[in-house]
């Protein structure tokens, strides 16, 4: 099994930036990818950014310019930086991890959530 513990949500006023950490924990033999998700009221989750083992990363168009993900793989640990924050990027960011256990290949993990709140 696979944790993920997520941290650094919070209020924060339109212009201002914020930083998620993700730290997955458990019986992780690798991990294929990593994570963030959000899901704003009345919405479906959407995918911000991820980045994979290579390296390789993928961005929302909303998110692209403003956010930046990177990845400590020695702490299985995940970083979003969110800077420019807008109103609309408000919602739950939902860290999500995609990894190998030694019972089970490319098995889904998801966090609890953290909420982030832009205000205008």
């Known amino acids: 099994q696979v944790q993920l513990v997520e941290s650094g949500g919070g209020l924060v006023q339109a212009g201002g930036s914020l930083r998620l950490s993700c730290a997955a924990s458990?019986?992780?033999?690798?991990?294929?990818?990593m994570g963030w998700y959000r899901q704003a009221p009345g919405k479906q989750r959407e995918l911000v950014a991820r980045i994979f083992r290579s390296g390789f990363t993928n961005y929302a168009d909303s998110a692209k310019g403003r956010f930046t993900i990177s990845r400590a793989n020695a702490e299985n640990t995940v970083y979003l930086q969110m800077n420019s924050l807008k109103p609309e990027d408000t919602g739950v960011y939902y860290c999500?991890?995609?990894?190998?256990?030694?019972?089970?290949?490319?098995?889904?993990?998801w966090g609890q959530g953290t909420q982030v709140t832009v205000s205008s």
């Open positions: 458990g019986s992780i033999y690798s991990i294929n990818t």
């Open positions: 999500h991890c995609n990894a190998n256990t030694r019972i089970y290949s490319g098995s889904e993990y």
